[in-house]
């Protein structure tokens, strides 16, 4: 007899498109309200994104100048958060009508003022670094992550 | 919500035949960068590979952006000192320089310090000389 093993995050990806009969079988084992629970509720954290979005945890990025990694370190959990949080969607950056939200964020001069100030969205232009890696799909997953990981996007801005 | 975002759009063309940056007539290539920095070539294998050219993208803007900037890394606390970064205009066929512009006390997701310009002369020259570069990091 064979078995079928399936983890979290397949299962919930794989939720969307099933089957009634699937779906049935995916309640059964998950519980109804796993796959109820929006993706601002269940990425709270770094591990939930890697969980979310199966990546592997953060490289070491040895293969980078050593005062380069922790730059390169915090870009990767920063790409993985946006991958999370937008349900693994990627950006068509060249569609003019899917408008890009990005967390602003406010330094003031030192560390313990830093924080989100506004989101903001773009349509037809780009800056900078701000490709579609680093974008989110509305404003209120760019408001989450602006708030929830603080941490992680003062580190990739700084570093 | 007070936001202090400072863009600057400036819509008027500018002619100049003396460059303030000097190294914007030395380094035209990403292999002048990597020459004019000493930053080694990298192979950035130990990322998923529906990454790599994101990551390889974002590294060669990070020389570039070094070489231009003379290796002076914006101070990102320092408030009265202004970050500029180009702004392209994204369009599949016409995808290039569209401003640039500058920030104090704010940045967005993406426009770290490792990414912007000592002014706007560079901001501009980095966009319109290493389009593709930045292309991979707006599209990686």
């Known amino acids: ?159 | 919500m007070n936001s202090e975002i400072c863009y600057h759009f400036n819509n008027q063309l500018k002619i100049t035949n003396m460059k303030k940056n000097q190294n914007l007539d030395k380094i035209k290539t990403v292999e002048d960068a990597f020459q004019a920095t000493g930053r080694p070539q990298v192979d950035f294998s130990n990322v998923p590979e529906d990454l790599k050219e994101f990551f390889e993208s974002t590294y060669n803007a990070v020389v570039v952006t070094e070489a231009l900037n003379d290796s002076k890394k914006p101070d990102w606390d320092n408030w009265s000192e202004r970050k500029w970064r180009p702004w392209f205009n994204m369009s599949a066929s016409a995808f290039g320089l569209g401003d640039a512009g500058y920030v104090r006390t704010c940045s967005t997701a993406g426009s770290g310090s490792r990414l912007q310009n000592i002014d706007e002369e560079t901001a501009e020259y980095s966009a319109t000389q290493f389009v593709d570069v930045w292309k991979g990091v707006q599209l990686g």
Do not use: W
Not at chain 1, 29 to 42: A, C, I, L
Not at chain 1, 72 to 83: G, L, M, P, Q, S
């Open chain 1, 1 to 159: 007899m064979k078995q079928l093993q399936i983890d979290e995050q397949k299962a919930r990806s794989r939720y969307k498109t099933a089957s009634p009969e699937i779906k049935e079988i995916l309640e059964d084992t998950f519980g109804k309200e796993f796959f109820n629970v929006s993706v601002e509720d269940r990425v709270n954290s770094l591990e939930d994104a890697l969980n979310e979005t199966g990546r592997p945890s953060v490289p070491d990025f040895d293969c980078v100048p050593e005062d380069l990694r922790n730059f390169f370190k915090a870009t990767y959990k920063c790409v993985v958060i946006a991958e999370a949080l937008n349900e693994s969607k990627r950006f068509d950056l060249y569609n003019e009508s899917e408008y890009r939200h990005y967390p602003y964020f406010r330094n003031n001069g030192s560390a313990s003022a830093f924080g989100l100030c506004v989101t903001v969205y773009v349509f037809t232009v780009s800056h900078a670094g701000s490709g579609s890696r680093l974008a989110f799909f509305d404003s209120k997953r760019a408001k989450i992550a602006g708030e929830k990981f603080k941490n992680e996007f003062r580190d990739m801005l700084s570093l």
